[in-house]
């Protein structure tokens, strides 16, 4: 009896260690942990040898047509040349109609040919940084130097490859993904690619997630990466759908939509503070991130190396998501509506076994619905609106526009903590009795069902959300016995832990802590599904208790490190304006709220800038300016070198060629006549997708040129109804604001950085000619 009784006792502790392990297996068992201390063989991969290489990348920001630049196409030329390969450039214009976009992207191109060459294997990443002072460590040079190490490893090991291997460093990526561009239209082994290996990163910690680029199904590319069986596969079709979701696209996106190339991208998205910053640097990139990435591509590069790849194409769709120590897990997609029906038949047939059996009561469903409705109701409301009460009290946040502040973690884990407080304070407070299991367990399960019959009509991707519900109809079954085994009930909770609990963190980390009520949804949905379990404990409301003040630790936690400081840089922003025809100028900026730097020298807020902003990735605008005197930069020369009229219609052609060092060269019309051809540097603009604003950004750019480091003029050719008069406005951006001497800008305080995704740091001279 005893003995009985300290098993009693013991249970619920055990349970609770249970879950605890694993919450903590389903995050630990993600990724490898980098290890330097050990030898590392020559024929595989090394995070301390792929470090070497990325330290120079690194070492200055090296935008397209940046000083750095050319530095470091050096650097991977020489790379390439140590690793036995024989690198060429691939230069020409890039035209992208739909973003208005124009650019001289150098590719960086090299091939291992196979003893059966024919179709190819292309791995990929860019090695252009950001268009702001970014050093780029892990956007992209982890994607270069895992690519380099890889290859290395693999020529080390002796192997002789079947098929070709192309190794691909494309340019102008972070301006319009130019440089994939150009190699699917114009290089001529691009026909001959069948699979690409595309790797990037959207932060500079976390672990890499494969994601499938496919025009068809998946089935065939995933069946050859579980043929390839990487040991850390961190994966689910849920992934690609949310990435969609999100305001980027990759190099990927261009070998998919132009040129029918399928593949896999590889990217990790943690610390999403640092993205595009100043702070994407050496010292910064998590290094199990990037032992993540080569543990994905040296087994794939073996893999594809010989296999067959004349049939990578299909027409099936596979659900898939990882498992610790299982894998992928996948299944075909037409397996998910029959399995929500047949989860959703059981779940019937229970209902009316309990029914009859006396072991749940309507009375008790009744109010289990209510309770659990309200405790959705209040956490998702929690989340939702103590969230944007957050943006209230800390409206520094604002200029982070990636919307994840440094302290985001703490955030996310406050929330999940206060939703767990919430929801077991609501039913440990004798709402739901003991006896109740059977009966309120029908509330979470029908919520369950529901939001997979959704997934199964909607996004199909999600459709693996249905296994744990199977696990949850077990336990369902098995709570209407007398005396059911508490210790069973946590081990059928184990799915549905491992599989959500990182969804919980990664909503809010890939999509922004706007959208952390997702995670306090889901919180409290994952607790209803594991009600057998805590529902034992008879110490229920010393868990809400213990939650809170978990909870309020964590708000505390993130208070303290809500401000800025020199490893948490403060973003903001500086730009000189100036209006070459009327000789006027502005300081202006795209901080919401100026600070002790900015402020020097916009004194006062005049708000409405009188001129149009350019395009940024999240739309953001000059937010206020101050007239200042004009130092008098010289302007762009604009020489015509055809202008005539036939048939009613007038054919111009004219240059532009800066006059000073610029990076970025914009033309923009209010009023364009109605044109019949335009072409930009030789290329020809497709009239008919011509947007009037670009991923929310709208203006009326004509034109965004990304000039060359040898300063090429845009040629511009245009043919339009010869009564109409052509207005253009011509802005000339240069990124070297903070070396012009005679702009006397003051230095940064060093806990601020540049504001990333905006023309920062920018001097811009504006003129208008009328032809």
Same mark, same amino acid.
């Given at each position: 009896?005893?003995?009985?009784?300290?098993? #009693?006792?013991?249970?619920?502790?055990?349970?609770?260690?249970?879950?605890? +392990? =694993?919450?903590?297996?389903?995050?630990?068992? &993600?990724?490898?942990?980098?290890?330097?201390?050990?030898?590392?063989?020559?024929?595989?991969?090394?995070?301390?040898?792929?470090?070497?290489?990325?330290?120079?990348?690194?070492?200055?920001?090296?935008?397209?047509?940046?000083?750095?630049?050319?530095?470091? #196409?050096?650097?991977?030329?020489?790379?390439?040349?140590?690793?036995?390969?024989?690198?060429?450039?691939?230069?020409?214009?890039?035209?992208?109609?739909?973003?208005?976009?124009?650019?001289?992207?150098?590719?960086?191109?090299?091939?291992?040919?196979?003893?059966?060459?024919?179709?190819?294997?292309?791995?990929?990443?860019?090695?252009?940084?950001?268009?702001?002072?970014?050093? +780029?460590?892990?956007?992209? =040079?982890?994607?270069?130097? *895992?690519?380099?190490?890889?290859?290395?490893?693999?020529?080390?090991?002796?192997?002789?490859?079947?098929?070709?291997?192309?190794?691909?460093?494309?340019?102008?990526?972070?301006?319009?993904?130019? /440089?994939?561009?150009?190699?699917?239209?114009?290089?001529?082994?691009?026909?001959?690619? =069948?699979?690409?290996?595309?790797?990037?990163?959207?932060?500079?910690?976390?672990?890499?997630?494969?994601?499938?680029?496919?025009? /068809?199904?998946?089935?065939?590319?995933?069946?050859?990466? &579980?043929?390839?069986?990487?040991?850390?596969?961190?994966?689910?079709?849920?992934?690609?759908?949310?990435?969609?979701?999100?305001?980027?696209?990759?190099?990927?996106?261009?070998?998919?939509?132009?040129?029918?190339?399928? @593949?896999?991208?590889?990217?990790?998205?943690?610390?999403?503070?640092?993205?595009?910053?100043?702070?994407?640097?050496?010292?910064?990139?998590?290094?199990?991130?990037?032992?993540?990435?080569?543990?994905?591509?040296?087994?794939?590069?073996?893999?594809?190396?010989?296999?067959?790849?004349?049939?990578?194409?299909? /027409?099936?769709?596979?659900?898939?998501?990882?498992?610790?120590?299982?894998?992928?897990?996948?299944?075909?997609?037409?397996?998910?509506?029959?399995?929500?029906?047949?989860? /959703?038949?059981?779940?019937?047939?229970?209902?009316?076994?309990?029914?009859?059996?006396?072991?749940?009561?309507?009375?008790?469903?009744?109010?289990?619905?209510?309770?659990?409705?309200?405790?959705?109701?209040?956490?998702?409301?929690?989340?939702?609106? @103590?969230?944007?009460?957050?943006?209230?009290?800390?409206?520094?946040?604002?200029?982070?526009?990636?919307?994840?502040?440094?302290? @985001?973690?703490?955030?996310?884990?406050?929330?999940?903590?206060?939703?767990?407080?919430?929801?077991?304070?609501?039913?440990? #407070?004798?709402?739901?009795?003991?006896?109740?299991?059977?009966?309120?367990?029908?509330?979470?399960?029908?919520?369950?069902?529901?939001?997979?019959? $959704?997934?199964?009509?909607?996004?199909?991707?999600?459709?693996?959300?249905?296994?744990?519900?199977?696990?949850?109809?077990?336990?369902?079954?098995?709570?209407?016995?007398?005396?059911?085994?508490?210790?069973?009930?946590?081990?059928?909770?184990?799915?549905?832990?491992?599989?959500?609990?990182?969804?919980?963190?990664?909503?809010?980390?890939?999509?922004?802590?706007?959208?952390?009520?997702?995670?306090? &949804?889901?919180? *409290?949905?994952?607790? +209803?599904?594991?009600?057998?379990?805590?529902?034992?404990?008879?110490?229920?409301?010393?868990?809400?208790?213990?939650?809170?003040?978990?909870? %309020?630790?964590?708000?505390?936690?993130?208070?303290?490190?809500?401000? %800025?400081?020199?490893?948490?840089?403060?973003?903001?922003?500086?730009?000189?304006?100036?209006? !070459?025809?009327?000789?006027?100028?502005?300081?202006?900026?795209?901080?919401?709220?100026?600070?002790?730097?900015?402020?020097?020298?916009?004194?006062?807020?005049?708000?409405?800038?009188?001129?149009?902003?350019?395009?940024?990735?999240?739309?953001?605008?000059?937010?206020?300016?101050?007239?200042?005197?004009?130092?008098?930069?010289?302007?762009?020369?604009? !020489?015509?070198? $055809?202008?005539?009229?036939?048939?009613?219609?007038?054919?111009?052609?004219?240059?532009?060629?800066?006059?000073?060092?610029?990076?970025?060269?914009?033309?923009?019309?209010?009023?364009?006549?109605?044109?019949?051809?335009?072409?930009?540097? +030789?290329?020809?603009?497709? &009239?008919?997708? $011509?947007?009037?604003?670009? #991923?929310?950004?709208?203006?009326?750019?004509?034109?965004?040129?990304?000039?060359?480091?040898?300063?090429?003029?845009?040629?511009?050719?245009?043919?339009?109804?010869?009564?109409?008069?052509?207005?253009?406005?011509?802005?000339?951006?240069?990124?070297?604001?903070?070396?012009?001497?005679?702009?006397?800008?003051?230095?940064?305080?060093?806990?601020?950085?540049?504001?990333?995704?905006?023309?920062?740091?920018?001097?811009?001279?504006?003129?208008?000619?009328?032809?």
């Amino acid at each position: 009896m005893v003995k009985n009784n300290m098993m #009693r006792s013991l249970t619920p502790v055990l349970s609770f260690l249970i879950i605890l +392990g =694993a919450v903590f297996l389903s995050f630990y068992t &993600l990724m490898p942990s980098s290890n330097e201390e050990k030898y590392v063989p020559p024929s595989e991969f090394s995070v301390d040898r792929a470090m070497t290489p990325l330290l120079e990348i690194t070492k200055k920001p090296h935008y397209t047509g940046s000083d750095a630049h050319e530095e470091v #196409r050096s650097i991977i030329i020489k790379e390439l040349h140590k690793a036995g390969l024989e690198p060429h450039i691939q230069e020409g214009f890039s035209l992208n109609s739909a973003s208005k976009t124009l650019a001289k992207p150098v590719n960086i191109v090299a091939k291992f040919p196979g003893t059966n060459p024919g179709k190819s294997v292309l791995l990929l990443s860019h090695y252009d940084s950001a268009l702001v002072p970014s050093f +780029g460590a892990a956007d992209a =040079a982890s994607g270069v130097v *895992t690519i380099l190490e890889s290859v290395r490893a693999y020529l080390a090991s002796g192997a002789r490859p079947r098929n070709d291997i192309i190794v691909l460093f494309t340019d102008a990526e972070e301006f319009g993904l130019d /440089g994939a561009r150009l190699f699917v239209e114009e290089h001529p082994w691009a026909k001959n690619v =069948a699979v690409a290996l595309n790797f990037e990163a959207r932060g500079t910690s976390g672990p890499g997630n494969m994601i499938l680029e496919t025009n /068809g199904g998946n089935a065939e590319l995933l069946k050859h990466f &579980l043929a390839a069986n990487p040991k850390y596969p961190v994966a689910s079709s849920l992934m690609y759908s949310v990435y969609k979701m999100l305001p980027n696209d990759t190099d990927s996106t261009i070998l998919r939509e132009e040129g029918d190339i399928d @593949g896999y991208f590889f990217a990790f998205i943690d610390n999403h503070f640092h993205y595009h910053t100043a702070l994407d640097t050496y010292y910064n990139l998590d290094r199990n991130s990037l032992m993540h990435q080569g543990s994905y591509l040296l087994p794939l590069l073996h893999h594809f190396a010989d296999a067959d790849l004349s049939n990578l194409k299909s /027409g099936k769709d596979h659900v898939y998501f990882n498992f610790p120590f299982a894998g992928i897990i996948n299944y075909p997609f037409h397996w998910v509506i029959p399995m929500v029906v047949i989860a /959703g038949v059981v779940f019937v047939v229970l209902m009316a076994v309990g029914f009859r059996r006396k072991k749940i009561y309507r009375k008790a469903v009744t109010k289990g619905f209510l309770v659990f409705t309200a405790c959705l109701i209040l956490t998702g409301l929690v989340g939702y609106f @103590g969230w944007k009460l957050i943006g209230i009290l800390y409206p520094s946040y604002a200029e982070i526009q990636q919307g994840f502040p440094y302290n @985001g973690h703490w955030y996310i884990a406050f929330f999940v903590s206060l939703s767990i407080a919430v929801v077991t304070f609501i039913l440990g #407070r004798g709402t739901v009795q003991k006896e109740d299991v059977s009966s309120f367990l029908v509330a979470p399960l029908f919520y369950w069902l529901v939001l997979n019959a $959704l997934l199964a009509i909607y996004l199909k991707g999600a459709g693996y959300f249905i296994i744990p519900v199977f696990f949850a109809l077990a336990a369902f079954r098995i709570s209407f016995f007398q005396n059911p085994p508490v210790l069973l009930f946590t081990l059928l909770a184990i799915p549905a832990l491992v599989i959500f609990s990182p969804l919980i963190q990664f909503f809010p980390v890939g999509l922004g802590l706007k959208m952390v009520f997702i995670s306090c &949804l889901f919180t *409290t949905l994952l607790l +209803g599904m594991i009600w057998p379990v805590w529902a034992t404990f008879s110490k229920r409301r010393w868990i809400s208790k213990a939650a809170a003040i978990i909870a %309020f630790g964590f708000f505390i936690t993130a208070h303290f490190s809500s401000n %800025f400081n020199d490893i948490r840089k403060k973003p903001n922003s500086l730009v000189y304006f100036e209006d !070459a025809d009327k000789a006027t100028a502005y300081w202006t900026t795209y901080d919401k709220k100026r600070d002790s730097w900015n402020s020097q020298l916009i004194p006062t807020v005049t708000d409405n800038f009188p001129f149009e902003s350019p395009y940024s990735k999240y739309g953001i605008v000059y937010q206020s300016y101050s007239e200042t005197s004009a130092a008098g930069f010289e302007k762009a020369n604009v !020489a015509i070198s $055809l202008d005539t009229v036939i048939d009613g219609e007038r054919h111009l052609k004219f240059s532009i060629q800066p006059q000073r060092r610029i990076n970025f060269l914009e033309l923009q019309t209010e009023n364009l006549p109605k044109v019949s051809s335009l072409s930009f540097n +030789g290329h020809t603009m497709e &009239l008919d997708s $011509l947007p009037k604003e670009y #991923r929310g950004t709208a203006n009326n750019a004509l034109i965004r040129y990304l000039v060359p480091h040898s300063q090429e003029p845009l040629d511009v050719s245009i043919q339009y109804i010869a009564e109409d008069n052509l207005s253009l406005k011509i802005l000339e951006y240069s990124f070297d604001l903070m070396e012009q001497e005679k702009l006397d800008v003051p230095p940064r305080e060093t806990w601020m950085m540049p504001k990333p995704f905006v023309l920062t740091d920018a001097v811009v001279v504006k003129q208008e000619v009328l032809f």
